[in-house]
Nanobody
Framework: QVQLVESGGGLVQAGGSLRLSCAAS????????MGWFRQAPGKEREFVAA????????YYAVSVKGRFTISRDNAKNTVYLQMSSLKPEDTAVYYC????????????????WGQGTQVTVSS
């Protein structure tokens, strides 16, 4: 029912910035939240940020708070992740995901996922 496509990943030096986009198609509603997760080789998929459609409340992992900003454009059905002050430990494949009333930081509660976009931060 819902398809997600991420874009905007790439290679940057430490301290640089990238802006990721996630375009959604299919039916969504104000009851859906959008989240960003990332996964590095050999590591579990971890929560990065999320935004609720109802009220636009945002949530961030402690590791990225103050450096990353999640936002939305409801007219374009798109969410963004602005990443600044990037660190080598931010290197991972970044995925966007959505579901109706997920448990925000729990990837198991998101049913729809994009294909991922690689972010590599060099030291």
């Amino acid at each position: 029912q819902v398809q997600l496509v991420e874009s905007g990943g790439g290679l940057v030096q430490a301290g640089g910035s990238l802006r990721l986009s996630c375009a959604a198609s299919g039916r969504t509603s104000s009851g859906y939240a959008m989240g960003w997760f990332r996964q590095a080789p050999g590591k579990e998929r971890e929560f990065v940020a999320a935004i609720a459609w109802s009220g636009g409340t945002t949530y961030y992992a402690v590791s990225v708070k103050g450096r990353f900003t999640i936002s939305r454009d409801n007219a374009k059905n798109t969410v963004y992740l602005q990443m600044s002050s990037l660190k080598p430990e931010d290197t991972a494949v970044y995925y966007c995901a959505t579901n109706r009333r997920p448990a925000i930081g729990d990837p198991a509660t998101y049913n729809y996922w994009g294909q991922g976009t690689q972010v590599t931060v060099s030291s």
